[in-house]
């Protein structure tokens, strides 16, 4: 995530800063370091604001229009990143995981296992059958899932719950309706798609888990 914006050898003293902060995350094992990192994320902000908030006044060659954009911005979207997961909790669930949770010491750090036992099958499935539309792509994958599942309910109580699947599909045709657009504060990636984009790119494949 920080590294597909800083590379793995940020030129600036900024960067290999809020790269070295996504490096330390693997080490973090209980609260106090947590605690710690937001503290040095904090002085971070403190130390680079000015810097990070720094603006350049280009020409768009499009309209011909002067507008002002970041200096700086893959430093300012790392950092965005990381504050975004950071005040959201999001980042040391495994530490403190959510009330609910039904096996908390099962929570992984990272997504590796999920990325290579999960998402890649269901990528290789979804190749594997290009030809079917998006909600027949939809239940296929469902299926899927379900077999992988220990102890699955009742399969037909399941599609009674939910509509025979006609509740998740009106909830597919509503959310695409709305614009998709990557967040560019962040970097974060566009939130909804409607199937799996099983076509090669060179510069997208099964995420590993890398900081």
């Known amino acids: 995530m920080v590294r597909r914006h800083t590379t793995s050898r940020p030129r600036t003293d900024a960067g290999r800063a809020i790269y070295q902060l996504a490096l330390n995350l693997t080490s973090i094992t209980t609260l106090d ?5 937001g503290a040095q994320l904090h002085d971070f ?3 680079y604001r000015a810097w990070m908030n720094e603006k350049t006044l280009t020409k768009d060659p499009a309209t011909g229009t002067w507008i002002t954009t970041w200096t700086h911005p893959n430093v300012h979207k790392a950092y965005n990143s990381l504050n975004h997961l950071w005040r959201s909790e999001m980042l040391f669930v495994y530490l403190n995981p959510p009330d609910g949770v039904l096996e908390p010491d099962q929570i992984k750090r ?15 499935l979804a190749r594997t059958h290009r030809g079917r539309s998006g909600e ?10 379900y077999l992988q599942t220990e102890l699955p309910d009742d399969p037909v109580e399941i599609a009674r719950q939910s509509n025979w699947g006609q509740d998740q599909l009106a909830k597919v045709s509503t959310l695409t309706q709305h614009e998709n657009q990557t967040d560019h504060e962040t970097g974060r990636p566009a939130l909804y798609g409607n199937a799996i984009d099983t076509d090669y790119t ?8 890398h900081i």
């Open 33 to 37: 370091h947590a605690a710690q990192w």
């Open 45 to 47: 902000a403190t130390i």
């Open 110 to 124: 990272a997504t590796n296992s999920l990325e290579g036992g999960i998402n890649a099958q269901l990528k290789l």
């Open 136 to 145: 027949h792509q939809r239940r296929m994958l469902d299926w899927w899932l």
């Open 202 to 209: 060179h510069s997208i494949g099964i995420q590993k888990g």
